[in-house]
């Protein structure tokens, strides 16, 4: 059974290059590794082929790197920059609004997985744990939390990782649907979360 990535990873991970050259070549190589993907899978990925695609010698890949799981993990974490810049922007939990918001939320994620083929095998290769600690759970949880104040705080958390369950079935569905098909899909899924949010934040408190 392949390696896969994990929180453990992060242990060995190379600090972020400081100098506008440095991150342009660390950019410059995670491009490289995201074009690999639409060829071979997560768990076939070497630093040879990454050094080929991208016109890099080898060692330059761990001076950014620490192993090529630190690097599709990085990878994974800049696809979902965006989501997290999302979430920050569109507040899911503003009660006043939240259907709204959560309208943009899967519009960002549709835009996201068609911009990025291979975030459906980097999403079932990377080992992101429990969820518990990661920016994006933080995000939503405090947004929740903001917009339910009169649960205890467990109860949020669970509402939490409900919601970010209900996301990741989704997106691991779509990763194995045939692109035509994916649209209808992600309407079936926000039909799907919108209701469960209703249930608490259409309740009066």
Request: no cysteine; proline share 5%; aromatic share 6%.
């Given at each position: 059974?392949p390696?896969?990535?994990?929180?453990?990873?992060?242990?060995?991970?190379?600090?972020?290059?400081?100098?506008?050259?440095?991150a342009?070549k660390?950019?410059a190589i995670?491009d490289?590794?995201?074009?690999l993907l639409?060829e071979?899978?997560p768990?076939d990925?070497?630093t040879?082929?990454?050094?080929?695609?991208g016109?890099v010698p080898?060692?330059?890949?761990y001076?950014y790197?620490?192993n090529?799981?630190?690097?599709l993990?990085s990878l994974f974490?800049?696809m979902?920059?965006g989501t997290v810049e999302?979430?920050?922007?569109n507040?899911i939990?503003?009660?006043?609004?939240?259907?709204?918001?959560?309208?943009?939320?899967?519009d960002h994620?549709?835009?996201?997985?068609d911009?990025h083929?291979?975030?459906g095998?980097?999403?079932?290769h990377?080992?992101l744990?429990?969820?518990?600690?990661?920016?994006?759970?933080?995000l939503?949880?405090a947004l929740?939390?903001?917009?339910?104040?009169?649960?205890?705080?467990?109860h949020?958390?669970e509402?939490t990782?409900?919601v970010?369950?209900l996301?990741?079935?989704?997106?691991?569905r779509?990763?194995?649907l045939?692109?035509?098909?994916?649209p209808?899909?992600f309407?079936q899924?926000r039909?799907?979360v919108?209701a469960?949010l209703?249930h608490?934040?259409?309740t009066p408190?």
């Open positions: 059974m390696s896969r990535p994990s929180r453990s990873t992060e242990a060995l991970r190379k600090p972020p290059p400081k100098q506008a050259r440095s342009a660390r950019a995670l490289a590794t995201e074009s639409g071979h899978a768990a990925i070497t040879r082929l990454i050094a080929e695609a016109g080898i060692g330059s890949i001076r790197f620490a090529v799981d630190d690097l993990l974490e800049r979902n920059a999302a979430l920050q922007d507040k939990g503003d009660e006043r609004d939240w259907r709204r918001h959560l309208d943009l939320t899967f994620l549709r835009t996201m997985h911009a083929p291979a975030y095998a980097l999403m079932i990377v080992d744990g429990d969820r518990k600690e990661d920016e994006i759970t933080q939503l949880g929740l939390h903001r917009s339910l104040p009169h649960l205890e705080t467990s949020v958390r509402i990782q409900t970010l369950a996301f990741d079935g989704v997106e691991r779509l990763y194995r045939p692109t035509s098909d994916r209808a899909a309407e899924a039909i799907a919108a469960y209703a608490y934040l259409d408190s």
